[in-house]
């Protein structure tokens, strides 16, 4: 069996494109940081679950995911960049991120059964299938495991390219940017 070159090349840059990452905007070392969203409260990273007392301080970093910040994030949603925001915060009325895509108790949904295939078939919507669509997780802020969990949940999933927005729309409204009222995303 014969394959060409052009088969091959092509192959192997939408294998390297399918795990690509999209490039978080450098801000330099300076960036205006809001509503705690960078403050080190000393909790530890972890691949596990948060299955209690989800407002409480959160660590800084997420294994598997990258942390974007708010004026990183802005520059994406500027930008158009193809990300995917979805806000993941427990409520009954929801203010978010211009854009984003609401699943109200989606960082619950960690479990096996029905909230964790409901969490699964909504990501899959959103993203058409696509498991390198980058996805940005947020709730309230950095008092909030909700994101956290969400975000473990989709690199569980397999979804490729993970940012955590660990501010959420505390900081997103600290920094003075504008809020969108968001209806529950159905798939």
Known sequence: MRISLAVCLALAASAVSAYAQIAIPDLGSQQTTYFFEATDRG???TTSYRRTNYHAATPTALPGARVVRTLELKRLVDAAAPVQVIDVLDSQ???SVPGAAWLPDGGKAYG???????FDSALAALTKGDKAKTLVFLCSGA????????SLLAIELGYKDVLWYRG???AWQGANLEL???SAFAP
């Open 143 to 150: 008092d909030c495991w909700l994101s956290y969990n969400a």
């Open 43 to 45: 909790v530890a990273a």
């Open 112 to 118: 096996s059964g029905a909230d964790r295939a409901k």
């Open 168 to 170: 959420g729309s505390n």
């Open 180 to 182: 969108s009222k968001v």
């Open 93 to 95: 009325t929801r203010a």
